[in-house]
């Protein structure tokens, strides 16, 4: 159970990674768009581009930590779960609230990485 724990712990690392490039590029291309076409001021435009581009670091920052952790418990080593519990709440809460808020599918693409690494970081007499 552990070596499946594992490897879907590395997929959802993974899959964060990638998306943290879709959110950084792909997203932010189609939020200018959206601001340009309301006239939005210059200013504004860029802070939202920071933080939208600050998500987007953090994400990947998230995906890295996870690849961390399950390689090395993958390699045998004594790694804590907890670093990949909190973001796996984190994605789970964060998707809930923004899925009811909005009512909006698209918020599953949280809710989905936030499952995989919270089944993943369920502690096993192996890890």
């Known amino acids: 159970?552990?070596?499946?724990?594992?490897?879907?712990?590395?997929?959802?690392g993974a899959i964060?990674?990638?998306?943290?490039?879709?959110?950084?590029v792909l997203g932010?291309?189609?939020?200018?768009?959206?601001?340009?076409?309301?006239?939005?001021?210059?200013?504004?435009?860029?802070?939202?581009?920071?933080?939208?581009?600050?998500?987007g670091v953090a994400i990947l920052t998230f995906g890295c930590i996870a690849l961390a952790v399950f390689a090395n418990v993958l390699?045998?080593?004594t790694v804590s779960l907890l670093p990949t519990s909190l973001i796996?709440?984190?994605?789970l809460w964060f998707g809930?609230?923004?899925?009811?808020?909005?009512?909006?599918?698209?918020?599953?693409?949280?809710i989905v990485p936030g499952v995989m690494l919270a089944i993943a970081s369920i502690p096993t007499r192996a890890s």
């Open 96 to 110: 809930a609230w923004a899925l009811v808020t909005s009512g909006n599918p698209f918020f599953y693409i949280f």
């Open 88 to 91: 796996a709440l984190a994605y």
């Open 16 to 24: 964060l990674v990638l998306s943290s490039a879709a959110h950084s």
């Open 1 to 12: 159970m552990r070596q499946v724990q594992n490897m879907l712990g590395l997929l959802a």
């Open 28 to 55: 932010w291309k189609q939020m200018q768009g959206s601001l340009a076409a309301t006239n939005a001021p210059a200013d504004l435009v860029m802070g939202l581009r920071i933080g939208w581009l600050f998500g």
């Open 75 to 77: 390699r045998g080593r």
